[in-house]
């Protein structure tokens, strides 16, 4: 067991039985009461939000989970196929572990993956994407005055939201946080 002051934003924590990470972390000192820390954290198994206030010597269990980089090779069922490239494992994750991004994954992509032992607890894409359109209405040529946007398919089936001049058939960089449009791609 470690104190809550040993955490830090990132670490990974059991909280009420379930894994949590913690993405926001503050040592707060209100006026004459006692410090304390008051943390936001994510649940890994359901997504969900958690806010607490831990005291600096309040006894909490660490999660040690190891980082691994993966290629995604296919989709098999609700399971995603990735390999690790040094050991040629090839092990099943949920796909439910990278939440909505995994409508941008494309074979060949690289993936981080969090594992508490064998088991994989979080998965992670890149925070940006290079994909192709493979549907939307034709493109006006110099609309690039207005901020108004048109739906776009992607190569994946994923669909998002593009400016007026985006056209099928071209590359566009995609932030797999927040599934907005950021440029195009010249290749």
Known sequence: MASASDLSMGSFIRYNNDI???IEW??????NLRAFYQATM???RTG????????????VEIVRVETRELQ???????SLVCMDNETYEQPYINASLFGDSVDFLKEGTMVTVSFDGETPVLGQLPHTVVLEITYTEPGIKGDTATKTLKPATLETGAQIKVPLFCDIGEKIKIDTRTREYMERVKE
């Open 42 to 44: 994510r649940n890994i």
């Open 20 to 22: 949590c990470q913690i």
């Open 72 to 78: 995604y090779l296919y989709r098999e069922g609700d």
């Open 26 to 31: 503050q040592h707060r000192t209100p006026g």
């Open 48 to 59: 969900g939000k958690a806010e607490a206030r831990f005291r600096p010597d309040e006894s």
